[in-house]
């Protein structure tokens, strides 16, 4: 079964950190895709970033220069290293993947910046 696992989420104080885990139950090595998306309260999803297998990578200009994807293939993770938080990063934040041709999502994780 394809699975993936958000973590990392919480409350933080607005210029405060975060980092998001997103383990994935096969190996990544092979997984075209992976990234981060978002939805706020009222909002559409949104591409946050994301990180193919040749390890390029795509920023939403909103989070560009503060968030960093970055991927461990050992250990089958995708990371999203949040810093500078805003009030408007405040959403469900939720684990993408492309493997084999599917798209996969994670059940997500909530981030609440507090201004």
């Known amino acids: 079964q394809v699975q993936l696992v958000e973590s990392g989420g919480g409350l933080v104080q607005a210029g405060g950190s975060l980092r998001l885990s997103c383990a994935f139950s096969?190996?990544?090595?092979?997984?075209?895709?992976m990234g981060w998306y978002r939805q706020a309260p009222g909002k559409q999803r949104e591409m946050v970033s994301i990180?193919?297998?040749?390890?390029?990578?795509n920023y939403a200009n909103s989070v560009k220069g503060r968030f960093t994807i970055s991927r461990d293939n050992a250990k089958n993770t995708v990371y999203l290293q949040m810093n500078s938080l805003k009030s408007e990063d405040t959403a469900v934040y939720y684990c993408?993947?492309?493997?084999?041709?599917?798209?996969?999502w994670g059940q997500g994780t909530q981030v609440t910046v507090s201004s």
């Open positions: 990180i193919t297998s040749g390890d390029s990578t």
């Open positions: 096969r190996g990544i090595s092979s997984v075209n895709v």
């Open positions: 993408y993947a492309i493997f084999r041709g599917s798209a996969y």
